[in-house]
C-alpha cells in the first residue's frame, strides 16, 4: 500500500508540475490558466474550495517570478502597478472570503458563468491595434484604474480564473497601455492582491500546500519563460495567446 501511495504521490507531482508550466506561459502572456490548474487540483481530489485556495499558492509565485522575467527586461510600471496592487488587494480580501463561504456546487456555476461572460465580452471586444500614445497612468487615469482594481481584486480573491483577459482588456483600452507593459503591470497587481487572497485562505485552513508548492515549480518556470519570451517577440506574440486562450476557453466551457 505504501508503494502505491508514493507512486501515486510522484504521478500527481508530474502531473501537476506539468499543467503548472503550461498555465506560468498562459497566465503571463495572455490569461486563463487557472481553468487548467483549477479542474486538475479538483481531480486530483480537492473539494473546490481547498483547490481554489491551494491554486493561489502557485498563482502567487507564478506572478513573482514573472514580474522578475519583466523587468529583467527592462518592463515595469512603478508605482502605477503599486497603487492598484494595493487597491486590488483590499477587494482580494473580501473575493476571498465569499469564496470560502459559498458551496461547492454553487461555485462551480459561478465559474461556468462568469467564464462564458469574459469569453463574450472578449469575443466581441474590437481588436486591439499599437500604438504610439503615452501610457496614461497619472492624474484621473490613475484614480479610476485604482478604483476600478478594487472591484477587479474582488473577483481575483474570489476565483481569479480569466482576470488576466479583464486585465489586458482594461489596461490598454483606459490608461493606453502596450500589451507587453500591460502584461507586465497585471503580474505585479495579482502578485499583490493573490498575497491577501492567499493569507485569507490560509487562516481559514483552505490550502492544501505539498500540492500548490509542487503545482508552483510549474508555474514558476513557465512564467519565467513566458516573461522574457513575450518582451522580446512583442504585442504581435500576447495578441496570438489572448487569442488562442480565449478559443480554448470557449471550447471547454461549451463542450464540458
Known amino acids: 500500500m ?9 504521478w500527481n507531482a508530474l502531473l501537476l508540475i506539468a499543467v503548472g508550466f503550461v498555465a506560468g506561459i498562459v497566465n503571463t502572456i495572455a490569461g486563463g490558466g487557472t481553468l487548467l490548474t483549477l479542474p486538475t487540483l479538483i481531480f486530483l481530489g480537492l473539494p473546490p474550495a481547498l483547490a481554489n485556495g491551494t491554486n493561489r499558492v502557485a498563482i502567487f509565485f507564478q506572478t513573482i517570478s514573472a514580474t522578475a522575467g519583466f ?3 527592462g518592463v515595469a510600471d512603478f508605482p502605477f502597478s503599486l497603487y492598484c496592487g494595493i487597491s486590488a488587494l483590499f477587494g482580494a480580501l473580501i473575493g476571498a472570503q465569499i469564496a470560502i463561504e459559498i458551496s461547492g456546487d454553487l461555485f462551480k456555476k459561478i465559474l461556468s458563468v462568469v467564464m462564458i461572460f469574459v469569453v463574450l465580452m472578449i469575443a466581441f471586444t474590437p481588436k486591439l491595434k499599437p500604438n504610439n500614445i ?4 497619472t492624474g484621473w487615469h490613475l484614480w479610476i484604474s485604482i478604483l476600478s482594481f478594487f472591484f477587479i481584486g474582488i473577483y481575483g480573491g474570489f476565483l481569479n480564473a480569466g482576470i488576466g483577459l479583464v486585465i489586458l482588456v482594461f489596461l490598454p483600452y483606459f490608461n493606453k497601455m ?5 502584461n507586465a503591470s497585471k503580474v505585479a497587481i495579482v502578485s499583490i492582491y493573490t498575497l491577501g487572497a492567499l493569507i485569507v485562505f490560509a487562516l481559514n485552513d483552505s490550502i492544501n500546500w505539498v500540492y500548490g508548492l509542487v503545482l508552483s515549480i510549474g508555474n514558476i518556470s513557465g512564467a519565467w519563460l513566458a516573461s522574457r519570451w513575450s518582451v522580446a517577440k512583442g504585442d504581435v506574440l500576447v495578441r496570438r495567446a489572448m487569442m488562442i486562450v480565449v478559443t480554448a476557453l470557449a471550447i471547454r466551457l461549451w463542450f464540458f
Open 134 to 137: 503615452s501610457a496614461k497612468t
Open 71 to 73: 523587468k529583467s527586461k
Open 178 to 182: 502596450s500589451l507587453v507593459r500591460s
Open 2 to 10: 505504501s508503494a502505491l501511495l508514493i507512486a501515486d504521490l510522484d
